[in-house]
Nanobody, 122 residues
């Protein structure tokens, strides 16, 4: 059974850093891409970062590129999102997800964790 569990969220001052973790089981990065999404209050869920299973290429949405880094350690079955230079607009519930082998389409992700809250204050 596919399971994903996010952790590492919290309250952080703008300009600060936070690292999210996602422990996963029931699949391997050898066959499935992994991604981070977020959902701010009143907003649609947004794809943030993705790492592909085929060549480990990464993708970032424009608003986080240069500030966030996605990485996966398949030996530890853990996905990470390093978030630097955080801004108040980064405040959201962050989710890890999997399902497709590539990062071509955010809509292909169908397995989700429960999410972890990130709040950035000025």
């Amino acid at each position: 059974q596919v399971r994903l569990a996010e952790s590492g969220g919290g309250l952080v001052q703008s300009g600060g850093s936070l690292r999210l973790s996602c422990a996963y089981s029931g699949f391997t990065l050898n066959y499935y891409a992994l991604a981070w999404f977020r959902q701010a209050p009143g907003k649609e869920r947004e794809g943030v970062a993705c790492i592909s299973s085929d060549d480990r290429s990464t993708y970032y949405t424009n608003s986080v590129r240069g500030r966030f880094t996605i990485a996966a350690d398949n030996a530890k079955s853990t996905l990470y999102l390093q978030m630097d230079n955080l801004k108040p607009e980064d405040t959201a519930v962050y989710y890890c997800a999997t399902d497709p082998p590539s990062c071509n389409n955010w809509g292909d992700f169908g397995h989700w964790g429960q999410g972890t809250q990130v709040t950035v204050y000025s």
